[in-house]
């Protein structure tokens, strides 16, 4: 079975500081793994995808993430926290392992806050 | 139109009562999802619709029933709940049940039992 674990339940940055979100996946076969942004009272919106391209990959609102399969890696980074940054963030997976077809697994969450 | 509409957004329900949560897409996907969400919890698979067709069901109460009329239209109808079935109701779709697009989500329904 396919799943994550996201580092750290919260989060705090100051404004202008870097954002890192940490994300481990267990997976048997090649996985696809996203990492979405929840705004309270809202529903979730992607920020970028991994599925087999690029190692690297660049999102929405400045966000990036880099795949590393030999540490089991996907951790999403940001340069310089903003305010509208303070949200909830999920890692999540899915991908061709027969019993994960069709299911997008999330991690536990990170709450990010952002100080002035 | 990129978006996954639900309503209604609140909706407050007895123990007795019949109710029905609405999801409509207009993006030509294949692939429909609803999730549970408690608070500071993440989604909870529930039910996967891949081309109108019931594919999973993850073991959730008969309490519970979805309905796909069609392929852009999403409708999980509610009977006899818990107040501890209080949540977010999330649906979602993708081109297909084995998408490497990413899924859309909708914004949601708050769901109250009392």
């Known amino acids: 079975a396919q799943s994550v674990t996201q580092l750290g339940s919260h989060v705090s940055v100051s404004e202008g500081a870097l954002v890192l979100l940490r994300c481990n996946y267990s997976?048997?076969?090649?996985?696809?793994l996203f990492w979405y942004v929840q705004y309270p009272n809202q529903g979730l919106q992607l920020l970028l995808k991994?599925?087999?391209?690029?190692?690297l990959v660049k999102g929405i609102n400045g966000f990036e993430a880099e795949f590393k399969k030999s540490e089991t890696s996907f951790h999403l980074t940001k340069p310089s926290a903003h305010m509208s940054d303070a949200a909830e963030y999920f890692c999540a997976v899915s991908g061709l392992a027969t019993d994960s077809w069709g299911k997008l697994q999330f991690g536990a969450g990170t709450q990010v806050v952002v100080t002035p | 139109d990129t978006e996954v509409t639900q309503t209604p957004k609140h909706l407050v329900m007895g123990m007795t009562n019949k109710k029905s949560l609405k999801c409509e897409q207009h993006?030509?996907?294949?692939?429909m999802y609803w999730y549970k969400q408690k608070a500071k919890k993440p989604p909870e698979l529930m039910f996967v619709y891949s081309y109108e067709k019931l594919s999973i069901n993850e073991s959730v109460p008969s309490r519970f029933s979805p309905e796909c009329p069609n392929s852009s239209l999403l409708n999980l109808h509610l009977h006899a709940l818990q107040p501890e079935d209080s949540a977010l109701y999330l649906c979602?779709?993708?081109?297909?049940?084995?998408?490497?697009?990413?899924?859309?989500f909708g914004s949601g329904t708050r769901l109250t039992v009392v």
């Open positions: 993006m030509g996907h294949r692939a």
């Open positions: 979602a779709s993708s081109q297909d049940g084995q998408d490497d697009y990413g899924y859309t």
């Open positions: 991994y599925t087999s391209a690029a190692t």
């Open positions: 997976s048997s076969v090649p996985p696809y």
